[in-house]
C-alpha cells in the first residue's frame, strides 16, 4: 500500500495529507484494483478546516458580489480547460464510460455557468414610503459555513451543485466528497483556488460516518446539502435539524415512465433503454420502471430484444462501451439478490444481466449487465427497493388512470415521464402525477439551473431545492430594515403602543 496514491484533503488554501491511520481504498470499479487511499480525516484536521472556513467567511462575506461572479467567471473557464483531466478520474474511480462522465462534469459546469447571475439573483426587495419619511427594505445576507456531503454516482456534478452557489452568496464551505471517487471533487476545488477563491473559503475533508457526524454536530456549520441514500440521508436531516442546521438532502427514487400507446414506439423504446442503462442504472433520475399501457404492451418485447442488442457492456475507458461497472461488489451482490427476489416473488426475467461474460482482463470487476424484468407488481421487492443497477422493472396498466394510480401510491417522488402524442393525455398526467419532476416525451426531465431540482416526498428532505433560485434562498438568510428619516421630528412623548405604520 505504501505505493498507492493517497488523496489530499485541502485545508487553507493548501493540499495537506492527512495523518490519520484509517485509510479507506479507492477501487478501479472494473477490476477491483485499489488504486488511491482515502484518508479519514482526523478531529483535529476537521476542526482545522471548519476554523479555517469560519475564518476565512469574515473577509469572503466582505467582497462584492460582483467580485465573487468574477470569480465563478473564470472558474468556468478553468473547468472547461481541464475537463479531460477530470473526466479521466471520475471514469477510472466511478466505472462510468468518458462520455457520461463529460456530461457528469458539464451538467455541473452549468451550475458555475448560472452562479455568474448571482448579482441578480441576490437581489432583495424594497418598498419606499410604507409610512410617512419611512420606508423598508430586505436583503439577503450569507449564513457563515455551509457543508457538502457528496455520493459516488456524481463526482463532478454534485459537489457543483453545492459549493459554487454557497460561494458566490457570501458563504465559506467545508466539502466532504464520497470516500469512494474524490478525486475530481478535490481536483474542483483546486481550480476553485486557481480561479480566485480565497485560501480557507472552500476546504475539503475526507472520510464516511466520522465526518459525517461531525459535520452534523460541529456549531460553526450554519447549513448541509446531501445527496445519496434515503438511509443516509434521513439520518443527516434528523441528526443536523436536531442541532439547529438548515439540512437540505435529496435522496432515493423509483422513477416511473409511463408508455402510451400512442407514443412514437421507436423514440419511446430507445428513451427507456438509455434512462434506465445509462451510467450503469447508478443516477438518482433513472428510470427504473416502465408502464406499458394499453396496446403499447405489445412493444415490451421489442425493449427485450433491442436492450439486448444494442448495448455493449466494459470498461468505462473503452471505446464503444455503454454500460460500465457498479461501483463496488457490495453494490452488485445487491442487485444480484435484488434480481432473484423478483423471480421469487413470480416476475419474469426477460434478460438476465447476471449471466453477463465479464470483459477481457477485468473478469474481477463488479459486472451486472442489462437486465429486464417484466410482470413486475407493486409488491415486489424489485419495485419496492431502489436497486440502483441497470435493471428496467416493467409493469401493465390499461388506462392512463391506472398508471398514476401505481405511480402515486409509490412513496418516492422523484421524477417521472410520459410518452405520447396525446396533448391531452400529457396534460392530465403532469397534472395528477405526484412527482416534483416530469418529462413529457423526455426521459430524463434534470431541470437547467435556471430551475432547481424539485423532487418531492420521499426523495427529499428538507424545504428548499438544489441550484437555481432556490439555491441562493438556502444558502441566505433575509435581514430587514425599517427607517425613519423624518426631517422635523417631533417630540410627542413615549408611547407604549403598538406602531401603526402606513395611516399617512
Not at 359 to 382: F, Q
Not at 463 to 488: E, H, L, M, R, V
Request: proline share 6%.
Amino acid at each position: 500500500m505504501q505505493n498507492i496514491r493517497r488523496v489530499p484533503m485541502i485545508i487553507n488554501g493548501k493540499l495537506r495529507q492527512s495523518e490519520t491511520n484509517n485509510w479507506i481504498e479507492v477501487h478501479d470499479p472494473a477490476t477491483n484494483e485499489v488504486i488511491a487511499l482515502t484518508p479519514e480525516s482526523t478531529q483535529s484536521e476537521m476542526d482545522e478546516a471548519t476554523e479555517s472556513c469560519e475564518k476565512a467567511f469574515k473577509e469572503w462575506r466582505e467582497v462584492s458580489v460582483s467580485n465573487r461572479m468574477r470569480v465563478m467567471l473564470r472558474y468556468q473557464q478553468l473547468i472547461r480547460d481541464h475537463t479531460a483531466e477530470i473526466q479521466n478520474a471520475i471514469t477510472e474511480e466511478q466505472g462510468k464510460t468518458l462520455d457520461d462522465a463529460k456530461g457528469d462534469l458539464f451538467r455541473g459546469l452549468e451550475i458555475v455557468e448560472h452562479a455568474c447571475s448571482a448579482p441578480s439573483l441576490i437581489m432583495g426587495e424594497t418598498v419606499g414610503n410604507v409610512s410617512a419619511h419611512m420606508d423598508t427594505y430586505s436583503y439577503r445576507q450569507p449564513l457563515g459555513v455551509a457543508a457538502g456531503i457528496c455520493p459516488f454516482n456524481f463526482p463532478a456534478m454534485i459537489p457543483l451543485w453545492m459549493y459554487p452557489m454557497a460561494l458566490v452568496s457570501g458563504n465559506s464551505f467545508l466539502l466532504k466528497p464520497s470516500e469512494r471517487d474524490p478525486t475530481a471533487a478535490v481536483i474542483l476545488s483546486q481550480l476553485a483556488h486557481e480561479a480566485g477563491v480565497p485560501a480557507g473559503v472552500l476546504n475539503v475533508i475526507h472520510g464516511s460516518k466520522d465526518a459525517v457526524n461531525y459535520i452534523c454536530d460541529a456549531p460553526a456549520i450554519k447549513a448541509i446539502s446531501f445527496v445519496g441514500s434515503n438511509q443516509a440521508g434521513e439520518y443527516i436531516h434528523a441528526r443536523g435539524s436536531a442541532n439547529g442546521k438548515r439540512v437540505q438532502a435529496n435522496l432515493g427514487a423509483k422513477n416511473h415512465a409511463v408508455i402510451m400507446e400512442d407514443a412514437s414506439k421507436d423514440h419511446a423504446v430507445n428513451s427507456l433503454i438509455g434512462a434506465s442503462m445509462g451510467a450503469a442504472g447508478q443516477r438518482c433520475m433513472a428510470l427504473s420502471v416502465a408502464i406499458f399501457v394499453g396496446k403499447s404492451q405489445e412493444w415490451i418485447q421489442d425493449v427485450v430484444e433491442r436492450t439486448k442488442s444494442s448495448l455493449t457492456m466494459g470498461p468505462g475507458k473503452q471505446k464503444g462501451v455503454d454500460v460500465g461497472p457498479l461501483i463496488s461488489p457490495g453494490a452488485r451482490d445487491r442487485a444480484f439478490e435484488l434480481i432473484q427476489s423478483a423471480a421469487d416473488q413470480g416476475a419474469t426475467i426477460a434478460l438476465d444481466g447476471r449471466e453477463c461474460t465479464p470483459p477481457a482482463g477485468c473478469e474481477k470487476g463488479n459486472w451486472l449487465g442489462p437486465t429486464v424484468i417484466t410482470n413486475v407488481t407493486p409488491d415486489m421487492r424489485c419495485y419496492t427497493e431502489e436497486i440502483f443497477a441497470p435493471v428496467l422493472c416493467i409493469m401493465s396498466a390499461e388506462t392512463l388512470d391506472d398508471a398514476l394510480n401505481i405511480i402515486n401510491n409509490n412513496p418516492y417522488g422523484n421524477g417521472t415521464a410520459i410518452f405520447t402524442s396525446s396533448g391531452a393525455a400529457a396534460r392530465k398526467f403532469q397534472h395528477e402525477v405526484d412527482a416534483g419532476q416530469i418529462g413529457i416525451n423526455v426521459p430524463i426531465p434534470v431541470p437547467l439551473p435556471m430551475f432547481s431540482f424539485t423532487g418531492s416526498r420521499a426523495s427529499i428532505r428538507g424545504d428548499i431545492n438544489f441550484y437555481g433560485k432556490q439555491a441562493i434562498q438556502f444558502y441566505t438568510s433575509w435581514k430587514t430594515i425599517t427607517s425613519n428619516w423624518n426631517p422635523a421630528f417631533v417630540n410627542t412623548g413615549a408611547t407604549v403602543n403598538m406602531p401603526i405604520l402606513g395611516q399617512k
